[in-house]
């Protein structure tokens, strides 16, 4: 083993979270090492795959907020590298009237324009979509889709240019926390200031063996891919059923199609599995509902894969900071959009600043358990 390599901040994990952390930290002046144990987004993390939903609608103004601040982070990681990352067609949000009101109510706080859809207008406007009996509808410009593997290519480059010293695949195999944290792999004995834990769903583990153990439940989620080249220009979907009975969600890929998923994921995460299978009758039971709700939508299948997420009971983060470790995990399946914005609220608070009160750790709402199969309702 090598002499031990002194930095500021060790970040643990470099999927969305720590990768973003890492380079904004970086980007103030401090000295960083990044370390992942399968190496940023692989296939067997949740920070994978093609794509992802945006969307401000949230009925929680702090996720409204961060949603605006991540689109012009988004925004600018495009200018700096010339990837393109964002895709914002917009998204219809479906469902019952009272929580639609809610979304509505909390992106206009925020400046926002949200139109409530009347049926004959939606079905001029988006004719690829049938309402189901009784749902309300929503329409705002500032969402779509974020283009995930390019997004952390961006990240990824531009964390390396900015200094920040990468050591993957390598897992982090123990945490030692003091006034210096130690941190080991089989390879280097690194020490820091300061620990960033952004394990996602290995955060679990991590966090038990430092006597920190968090109410997390990862989970295993799958999405379809539709060859469905018509698509690529329309509208971003949530289908929210009522609040706790999760939903559908779905959003265009330039390149592929279309993509739909249900919100939430299924128990039996291991964490030795690099690759998870498709699970056939989930994809069977999700072109059941494109057939219901988008009739016309061509229904090849480009490709389904499963990948997984981390659940907090309450579907809210947990980024916070017990002395010389900040905790960046509990992502509850809806963690990526924010990317860069979370980049900045995890340094933000690695450097002192306050946590907001959805993300602490001492809040009500960890004080029961995570279930994996839980919808993300938020
Ligand atoms: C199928 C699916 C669909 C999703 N859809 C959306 C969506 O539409 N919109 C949205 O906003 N979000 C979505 N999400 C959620 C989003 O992808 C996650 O919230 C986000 O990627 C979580 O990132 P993370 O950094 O917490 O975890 P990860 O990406 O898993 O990163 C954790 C990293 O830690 C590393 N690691 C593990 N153990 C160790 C160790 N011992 N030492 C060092 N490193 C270690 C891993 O290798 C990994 O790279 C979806 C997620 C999935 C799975």
Same mark, same amino acid.
């Given at each position: ?10 970040? /643990? ?48 103004? *702090?996720?409204?907020?961060? $949603? ?72 705002? $410009?500032?969402?779509?889709? /974020? ?28 945490? /030692? ?47 379809? *891919? ?35 998923? *249900? ?31 988008? =009739? ?5 299948? $480009? ?68 279930? =994996? ?6």
């Amino acid at each position: 083993m090598s002499s031990q390599q002194q930095f500021d901040v060790i970040v /643990v994990g470099a999927g969305i979270f720590g990768i973003s952390t890492a380079l904004e930290l970086a980007r103030r002046g401090r000295k960083v090492a990044a370390i992942d144990r399968f190496g940023s987004g692989h296939p067997a993390t949740s920070s994978t795959g093609a794509s992802r939903s945006i969307r401000v609608a949230y009925a929680q103004p *702090f996720y409204v907020a961060l $949603a605006l601040e991540a689109i012009e982070a988004w925004r600018r990681l495009e200018r700096a590298t010339g990837r393109r990352i964002l895709h914002l067609t917009g998204q219809v949000d479906l469902g019952p009237p009272a929580f639609l009101g809610e979304l509505a109510r909390s992106v206009r706080a925020a400046g926002v324009r949200i139109e409530e859809l009347q049926a004959s207008d939606a079905r001029r406007r988006f004719p690829e979509l049938t309402f189901g009996p009784g749902q309300a509808g929503l329409f705002h $410009a500032e969402a779509g889709t /974020v283009m995930a593997e390019e997004g952390m290519r961006g990240l990824n480059e531009t964390a390396l240019a900015a200094g920040v010293a990468l050591f993957q695949p390598e897992p982090v195999l123990e945490i /030692v926390p003091g006034p210096r944290v130690t941190i080991r792999t089989d390879r280097r004995s690194l020490q820091a200031d300061h620990a960033v834990i952004a394990a996602g769903p290995w955060s679990g583990p991590l966090l038990a063996d430092i006597g920190m153990a968090q109410p997390l439940a990862p989970a295993i989620a799958q999405v379809t *891919f539709l060859d469905a080249p018509s698509l690529v220009d329309r509208p971003g979907i949530a289908e929210w059923q009522s609040v706790g009975d999760g939903g559908v969600y779905g959003h265009p890929v330039p390149g592929i199609g279309y993509k739909i998923a *249900f919100d939430a994921g299924a128990p039996g995460w291991r964490p030795d599995i690099e690759e998870w299978m498709p699970d056939l009758d989930e994809e069977r039971r999700i072109l059941e509902w494109l057939a219901q709700r988008m =009739p016309n939508a061509p229904r090849r299948v $480009a490709r389904t894969q499963r990948h997984p997420w981390t659940m907090t009971p309450d579907a809210d983060f947990i980024v916070d900071r017990r002395e010389s470790l900040t905790l960046a995990c509990g992502c509850s399946g809806h963690a990526f959009k924010f990317g860069p914005a979370l980049g900045r609220l995890v340094a933000d608070i690695v450097e002192g600043g306050e946590t907001p009160d959805l993300l602490r750790l001492d809040r009500p709402g960890l004080r029961q358990a995570a279930s =994996p199969t839980a919808p993300i309702v938020r």
